[in-house]
């Protein structure tokens, strides 16, 4: 078992810095967000979700609140089992209230959450089944697709995908609807998916979240910095380069970098990687949606758009949609 698990542990790191060295040799720079979650990031991610001006989190979290009893009605509506299965579950501390509606009910299904991070799936293995006694889950831990795949595997009954957090807008539009289109080309007739989408607004405030005033999101970014110095033997000094957002309301496109405040060169991995004074990594994107360009998405792709779900403010929308 345990060498299983190195072998997994070599393999990750390996795709580690090979995805790594892509990004930072090719003009121009960019990292992969999916990098972000290690121990330290997922604690800064939980901070950042706490942060007044991160609006993203208290809405979603008002949706499923407040509106899980409805969700579970649009899921058992078909009277049959399933499986729910979650992209990027993170604490599931949204979907834990879909999940206990579900109980309620005697519903007959199981709880795939997919997440990137070990520690993530590891904690709700442990923590949901004492929170919802006979609560039948499994964990996934690794990529998207890779994972859904597995799940889709382990039964043959219909699938309900959770894809919430906004994950969506990690992918500009073009990634998304190839996202999306994947998605469908998984599932089958019948299946659903709930997909959450932060919503086109005030562009100040849109801002204000990805470039808080206490630096939180700042230190998200810059610990990816860290995590390549620890784990692919880096030598990033972490005070040469500086957090910058920006949004674009015409495109909806929030943007973060990492802006190389001097000419220098890092090495990573026995690679020498340059930097033009203020070149800047692109770290990731936050792509925030009319209800219009939500619903071309979903026809787009293959999918018939079943209901919306929104918070009070109307910030954010989870989008309820069923492969035709």
Request: proline fraction near 2%.
């Amino acid at each position: 078992m345990d060498t299983i698990k190195t072998e997994e542990r070599v393999t990750v790191l390996a795709q580690f810095r090979k995805d790594i060295l892509a990004g930072l040799q090719a003009e121009p720079k960019f990292m992969q967000a999916k990098y972000f979650y290690d121990q330290a990031g997922d604690l800064l991610f939980q901070q950042i979700m706490k942060m007044d001006e991160y609006y993203l989190t208290n809405a979603e979290m008002e949706i499923f609140v407040k509106q899980s009893g409805d969700i579970a009605n649009l899921i058992a509506r078909e009277s049959s089992s399933f499986d729910l299965i979650e992209l990027g579950a993170g604490d599931a501390t949204k979907s834990i209230h879909l999940l206990t509606e579900l109980c309620n009910r005697d519903l007959e299904f199981s709880y795939f959450p997919i997440d990137i991070s070990a520690q993530m799936v590891a904690h709700l293995e442990d923590f949901l089944p004492r929170q919802l006694p006979g609560l039948s889950i499994k964990g996934l831990n690794g990529d998207y697709f890779e994972m859904l795949d597995k799940g889709i595997a382990l039964s043959n009954r219909r699938k309900v995908v959770l894809f919430m957090g906004g994950n969506i807008g990690n992918m500009d539009v073009e990634e998304a609807k190839e996202f999306c289109r994947k998605l469908n080309n998984s599932l089958s007739k019948g299946d659903l998916l709930i997909i959450g989408f932060d919503l086109k607004k005030e562009p100040k405030q849109i801002l204000a979240a990805y470039n808080d005033a206490k630096g939180i999101t700042a230190a998200f970014n810059l610990n990816l910095l860290s995590r390549i110095n620890r784990e692919l033997d880096g030598d990033f000094e972490l005070q040469n380069f500086e957090h910058y957002a920006c949004y674009d309301p015409e495109s909806g496109a929030c943007k973060s970098y990492l802006i190389s405040l001097k000419a220098q060169a890092v090495h990573i991995a026995g690679e020498t990687i340059h930097f033009a004074p203020f070149e800047a990594i692109y770290m990731e994107i936050s792509q925030k949606y009319s209800l219009q360009e939500i619903e071309a998405i979903a026809v787009a792709t293959g999918f018939h758009g079943k209901h919306r779900f929104f918070d009070a403010q109307k910030y954010f929308v989870d989008a309820v949609w069923l492969v035709d």
